[in-house]
């Protein structure tokens, strides 16, 4: 795991939230404290973690303490898993407010740019932008 940071980092970046410790508990323990640094990562990163290295061994014992786990747990969770990959990942996404990119996403976007570039052409602008 990588070197130290300073407390007022992991106290910002790694600090878990009451609704974010009720959600990683209803998970199986095994799994909890890799959830935990999936989501902690996730949200200060935008990526996920390939493996428990890149998680800062201060973080990984902080939230440890938080959830109530050994910080030495870290190293049973299988980062590039079925779980860890689809199941997680998809989750913290779901919490983060963040989508997977798809086909169905990208078509999405363009008919909405055509239609507002369209719109711009008329006239037709939302009041926000007049």
């Known amino acids: 795991m990588s070197a130290g940071i300073s407390s007022s980092d992991i106290v910002g970046q790694w600090s878990l939230s009451f609704a974010d410790i ?4 209803s998970k199986p323990a095994a799994t909890r404290l890799g959830l935990a640094s999936q989501l902690k990562f996730f949200s200060a990163r935008g ?3 390939d493996d ?3 998680i800062p061994n201060d973080a990984v014992e ?10 030495d747990e870290l190293s049973s969770y299988d980062f590039g898993g079925r779980t860890a990959r689809r199941r997680h990942d998809t989750k913290v996404r779901d919490l983060s407010g963040f ?32």
């Open 22 to 25: 009720d959600f990683i508990n």
């Open 47 to 49: 990526f996920f973690a």
């Open 52 to 54: 428990g290295t890149l």
């Open 62 to 71: 902080y939230l440890a303490e938080q959830i109530g786990v050994r910080a």
């Open 99 to 130: 989508w997977k990119h798809s086909k169905n996403l990208a078509a999405e976007g363009v008919r909405f740019g055509r239609a507002f570039v369209g719109n711009c052409a008329t006239g037709n602008l939302p009041l926000i932008l007049k």
